[in-house]
């Protein structure tokens, strides 16, 4: 498999050298280390990279994010920021450049490759989607229409040549027949229903040769000069690429989800690689997140968000230190102190993510409680989305019904305890009674 290419941009040496090191490490291919934003242009000219790893803040008169900006709209490559620190109207320049990721120094090389990875796939998806785009649009414009006249009478007074290029007639052969001879609908539409036509409408057209062409057609009334009566124009374009280009594009779209939920997938096995004790923690908790939201009736659209963010409400553990995950004793006040960091740290990870639903914010809430006693904002009761609030009762439930380092697992019921105890003042009081109900009543498993 081709390795992808890496352009480093780094004013400093030491930071460039390591950054050099960790890459090939990982096994990428470096087209070359540059200092300058004025550097990058000549360098990417002599060899095109796959993307760029970037420092915002660099020597010279052009700065990381100026850039950027130039790398993604003229030579279609994503850009990843790295930065060590940088102030509000930075990051708001940032973003409007819509940068691929970013790297906050000090970072590891499991981070670094997820972030280039990630960076990769979005753009490959966002320049499909691009080339989709265009192509719909050259079709649209240079389709033109089709025109077919008739004259009080119902005959064929006029047919351009894409109209007679559509029905299969000639203009000889069609004029002075009657419409319905040569403009022959699927669903045997009257002349009467032409008439009433006041919009557009998408019918199926049996052409000469009997081939049936999806069309989307306008009828309007044309007055005769001889005031006998009023005759009829009928304005047609046949729609068959644009329906196999919604069909394609339907099927990317499900394609893009396929790959989004592997990718989902794989940040979940990276998370409990580090944390073998927990290894399927974050499906189980999926698994029961998901069955309480559709006991509450949750659309299916939110039911897959919530899966989704169940599946790595974690993510954060990345920045614990492996040693605290798996420590066979109780926690120190400190050790638990750096643990409570992970929902923040999942946030700052997912939150320059464009998920369809509001992950990052999920992810970050789901230590909160009701009464305002959770973490990290303190929020109460309505002010935590409800993802957030079945997610925070299905965690504590799997937890306390699994394994830990430190203490054997207490089992389904000691959690079910815990969650009726604080009904209505840690957890939701309907997510709660919606997880007793599955479990009590409807026998629903963890495994």
Same mark, same amino acid.
């Given at each position: 498999m081709k390795k992808s290419r890496i352009l480093i941009v780094e004013d400093e040496n030491l930071?460039?050298?390591?950054?050099?090191?960790?890459?090939?490490?990982?096994?990428?291919?470096?087209? @070359?280390? !540059?200092?300058?934003?004025?550097? !990058? &242009?000549?360098?990417?000219?002599?060899k095109r990279p796959d993307l760029v790893l970037m420092d915002i803040v660099l020597r010279g008169k052009l700065d990381g994010i100026s850039v950027a900006a130039v790398l993604w709209e003229e030579y279609s490559i994503p850009v990843v920021y790295i930065t060590s620190f940088a102030d509000d109207l930075t990051f708001e320049r940032a973003k409007l450049t819509e940068p691929f990721g970013y790297l906050i120094k000090p970072f590891d090389e499991r981070e670094l490759e997820l972030t280039i990875e990630t960076a990769l796939y979005k753009a490959r998806m966002q320049l499909l989607l691009k080339e989709k785009e265009q192509w719909l649009s050259t079709i649209l414009k240079s389709i033109g229409d089709g025109i077919i006249a008739v004259n009080s009478g119902g005959l064929v007074s006029f047919i351009n040549p894409l109209a007679q290029k559509i029905t299969g007639w000639s203009e000889q052969e069609a004029l002075g027949k009657k419409l319905e001879e040569i403009f022959t609908l699927k669903d045997n539409l009257s002349e009467k229903h032409l008439k009433s036509l006041t919009a557009t409408e998408e019918v199926l057209l049996v052409a000469r040769n009997c081939q049936e062409i999806p069309i989307e057609m306008t009828s309007s009334p044309i007055p005769e000069s001889t005031g006998t009566g009023t005759g009829r124009v009928i304005v047609f374009r046949d729609i068959s690429a644009r329906k196999q280009a919604e069909k394609e594009i339907e099927e990317s779209r499900h394609r893009l989800q396929r790959a989004l939920q592997g990718t989902i997938q794989a940040i979940s096995t990276t998370i409990e690689m580090r944390d073998p004790y927990t290894a399927g923690h974050q499906r189980r908790v999926a698994k029961l997140a998901e069955a309480i939201g559709r006991e509450l009736g949750m659309p299916e659209a939110r039911l897959k968000g919530l899966k989704l963010s169940a599946e790595i409400h974690d993510i954060g553990k990345i920045y614990v230190p492996s040693e605290i995950l798996s420590k066979p004793t109780k926690l120190t006040e400190l050790e638990y $102190?750096?643990?409570? $960091?992970?929902?923040?740290? %999942?946030?700052?990870?997912?939150?320059?993510?464009? &998920?369809?639903?509001?992950?990052?914010?999920?992810?970050?809430?789901?230590?909160?409680?009701?009464?305002?006693?959770?973490?990290?904002?303190?929020?109460?009761?309505?002010?935590?989305?409800?993802?957030?609030?079945?997610?925070?009762?299905? @965690?504590?439930?799997?937890?306390?019904?699994s394994h830990r380092p430190?203490?054997?697992?207490?089992?389904?019921?000691?959690?079910? /305890?815990?969650?009726?105890?604080?009904? %209505?003042?840690?957890?939701?009081? @309907? /997510?709660?009674d919606a997880c007793v109900r599955l479990i009590e009543e409807k026998g629903f498993s963890l495994d």
């Open positions: 930071v460039a050298r390591d950054l050099h090191n960790m890459v090939r490490t990982i096994g990428y291919e470096i087209t @070359d280390v !540059v200092r300058t934003g004025e550097e !990058v &242009f000549a360098s990417v000219n002599r $102190t750096i643990i409570k $960091t992970h929902p923040q740290a %999942g946030y700052e990870i997912l939150q320059n993510i464009e &998920f369809p639903w509001p992950v990052a914010e999920i992810v970050l809430q789901h230590h909160e409680r009701i009464d305002g006693s959770g973490y990290p904002r303190g929020l109460k009761g309505e002010e935590i989305l409800p993802e957030a609030r079945i997610l925070a009762v299905a @965690d504590v439930v799997e937890a306390m019904a430190y203490r054997p697992a207490f089992g389904i019921d000691r959690a079910l /305890e815990e969650i009726k105890l604080n009904r %209505g003042r840690l957890y939701g009081s @309907d /997510e709660v």
